[in-house]
């Protein structure tokens, strides 16, 4: 069966840290990739995705990812965090419109 | 501004009960979609639909029924109620699209006692 793994389940920065998150899946077909974040008390949105081409994609508010195939993964990067990045990230693949999210990383950045 | 709603926004109900949460999408998006929340396990899908009168289930089917009447509204119903349901559910919707970028509600906590 598919899956994805998120295997930082909490992770603690300093602001002005760099980030990264990993996001690994189990699947050697078409991909579709998504990171998707949930703000304390809000909905999920969408942070970046990736579809096909350029394997570097960046997201709003300064985050990117890297696609590489070879290792079925699409970790998440940051250079600089803020506090107001606090927050879980959900890693998720779509295969054939089957969408599978992982378990998720919850961010704090101390101020 | 296109939205979705879901309602109501928390519940508390008791083991047995049936209870309906609802979901409503002004995106006059084709698919809808039903994950339930929970730590450990991020989001699971429960249901979905990709249009009117079609109905899917997901990875956590069991204990859930959906049905879809109209584009904008995709209700979950839990015949009979356990406290395993205690979660955080949520709708989501997307285009008629291979892609499936999804658009979520704030979501339903059900606690169920």
């Known amino acids: 069966a598919q899956s994805v793994s998120q295997h930082n389940h909490h992770v603690i920065l300093s602001e002005a840290a760099s980030l990264e998150l990993g996001c690994n899946y189990s699947y050697g077909g078409t991909v579709n990739l998504f990171w998707y974040v949930q703000y304390p008390g809000q909905h999920l949105q969408l942070l970046l995705k990736y579809f096909s081409g350029d394997p570097l994609v960046k997201g709003i508010k300064g985050f990117e990812a890297e696609f590489i195939k070879s290792k079925f993964s699409f970790n998440l990067r940051k250079p600089s965090v803020q506090w107001s990045d606090t927050a879980e990230y959900f890693c998720a693949v779509n295969i054939n419109n089957d969408m599978r999210f992982g378990a998720g990383t919850r961010l704090t950045v101390k101020p | ?113």
């Open chain 2, 1 to 113: 501004d296109a939205e979705i709603t879901q309602s109501p926004r928390h519940k508390i109900t008791e083991t047995g009960r049936q209870v309906t949460l609802a979901c409503h999408q002004t995106w006059n998006h084709n698919n809808m979609f039903w994950y339930r929340q929970d730590l450990g396990h991020g989001l699971r899908l429960i249901h979905y639909s990709y249009g009117v009168q079609d109905t899917n289930k997901g990875e956590v089917s069991d204990g859930y029924s959906v049905s879809r009447s109209n584009t904008e509204d995709l209700p979950l119903t839990l015949e009979s109620a356990a406290s395993s349901q205690t979660s955080v559910y949520f709708c989501a919707s997307s285009e008629n699209s291979g892609a499936n970028v999804l658009t979520f509600g704030a979501g339903s906590r059900l606690t169920v006692l």
